[in-house]
């Protein structure tokens, strides 16, 4: 008798080949270091989720729940990147299966909601380059002028559109979604894109907006995953998780 993966319920039907167990069993245990480390870096506070891509078909998503109250105990729930959102998945969900769907090259993402980033938007626009972490979303990331919620496929959709190929995109007065290549990759982004809300606000209250800003060619050969960049700032991130290392 197949043994039911962790994260499904007892008598949902999951898929016929579903991914081995050992694998499941990891991934849950990323997403809810994931979910942790966004809430202790203060990315997100009573709203907000992440997910990890499984396949082409299906991703696992956090338990919907705040995501610094996630415990060893909350699995996740697994969702297809095409259909109805399983019962008891939060309706913003919608945002993640509508990128899955349209980005082969996306393994994770974050939703967060972070102040830095929430007063940048209220200019009407995303954080320049003007650091190293900021680079990363060379020339700027795109920038939803919508302050409605992504309750509906078609928004989602709209907002996934807008989205691209880049990184991330903010919303006006309604937080960000950071992508990465990896679900450790999409928690250093958005530590990254706070910080480049940090500084766009100091330039703000300093200058008035004026200022330099990095070259195409300087953000590009600054915006490096090598010397284990990821790697390093994760470990900073998950650092006391009770999951950890």
Partial sequence: MRQRPRGFAIGERFPIFPPEIAVLEAKQKLVRQAARACAKAGLVNAY?????????????????????????????VIVKTRGSLPAGVLGEVRAHQQIYARRPDVGGIC???????????????????????????????????????LRSDERAAELAAALGAARAILMRGNGAIVTGQTLEQAVVLSWYFEDAARVELDVLKASGGDGPLYSAEEAAARATFDGRIVERMWDYLTSGDPEGP
Avoid: K, Q
């Avoid at 907000?48 to 996740?76: K, N, Q, W, Y």
């Avoid at 102040?115 to 939803?144: E, K, N, T």
């Fill in 48 to 76: 907000g989720h992440c997910s990890a891509r499984l396949d082409d078909e299906s991703f696992l998503v956090c338990a919907a729940m705040p995501m610094g109250l996630i415990t060893p105990r909350d699995d996740g």
């Fill in 111 to 149: 939703r967060i909601m972070p102040p830095m980033l929430l007063s940048v938007s209220a200019f009407g626009r995303s954080p320049r380059v003007r650091h190293g972490f900021g680079a990363y979303f060379s020339p700027a990331a795109p920038f939803w002028n919508d302050t409605g919620l």
